[in-house]
């Protein structure tokens, strides 16, 4: 079964289908995400099962090569299976729930109060001294805490109605 999980490219969420596959073969090589070329290389691997816009394979590349790096410095959050796990909620695996904030990078004074008040990784200081999301699906799916906390507005989550399309689904259902 491949894998699919959502991730930030340039500020937007963008879903890809064998996604976590591909890292962990990177993984099982022993390749790093420092080496030139790899996210390049990332984006041909995941254009088989996903469209990437040719104009867009720059950001992708980008945004591949450092979600690589947070997939390898994961080990401590890690099932047995490689994966780490995240649960489920109202029986759908977390990685399927597109429930996780954006930062509005041009909003976004650094303060720091979001940092303070979610301790599970969802965000992290970026190196411009503002915040990133780092780990959207470490975000609790329904909370908006970090967001009510920030006085400039830069965090932005999606309409609460989108989680009415997951009804609590039984463990046997698909």
């Known amino acids: 079964m491949t894998s699919y999980r959502q991730i930030i490219v340039e500020g937007q969420p963008v879903g890809l289908r064998g996604l976590d596959d591909v890292f962990e073969a990177l993984r ?5 995400p ?3 070329g790899l996210g390049m290389e990332i984006v041909q691997r995941l ?3 996903n469209y990437i816009p040719p104009s867009a394979h720059q950001s992708f590349a980008l945004a591949l090569t450092h979600e690589y790096a947070t997939y390898l410095n994961r080990a401590d959050g890690m099932t047995s299976t490689g994966k780490r796990g995240y649960g489920t909620w109202r029986g759908y695996p ?3 729930i597109p429930w996780y ?3 509005d990078e041009d909003l976004c004074n650094g303060c720091g109060l979001c940092l303070k008040l979610c301790t599970l ?3 992290q200081p970026a190196q411009n001294g503002k915040v990133r999301v780092a780990d959207p699906f470490a975000c609790v799916v329904g909370c908006t805490s970090c967001a009510n906390v920030c006085r400039p507005g830069a965090i932005i989550f999606p309409s609460r109605s989108i989680l009415d399309a997951y009804t609590h689904k039984s463990p046997g259902r698909r």
């Open 28 to 32: 099982l090589q022993g390749r790093q």
């Open 47 to 49: 254009s088989k099962e």
């Open 101 to 103: 904030p954006t930062i």
């Open 121 to 123: 990784g969802a965000l």
């Open 34 to 36: 420092q080496e030139p």
């Open 94 to 96: 977390r990685e399927q």
